[in-house]
């Protein structure tokens, strides 16, 4: 996500001048993002508790 954001030559600060179709896709990608994370995290917590 932070190479995308590189890429454009943006910060994540300055995210909300963006197009609004680039918006949309940049909160997909966050979406997914949030899922890994939530996906890697059941799978530590087995491993921690």
Do not use: C, H, N
């Not at 963006?18 to 997909?28: C, D, N, R, V």
């Amino acid at each position: 996500m932070y190479l995308l954001f590189k890429y454009k030559g943006i910060m994540p600060s300055v995210s909300y001048r963006m197009l609004k179709g680039e918006k949309e896709i940049t909160s997909i990608f966050m979406d997914q993002e949030l899922d890994e994370r939530k996906e890697e995290m059941k799978a530590g917590a087995g491993r921690w508790f």
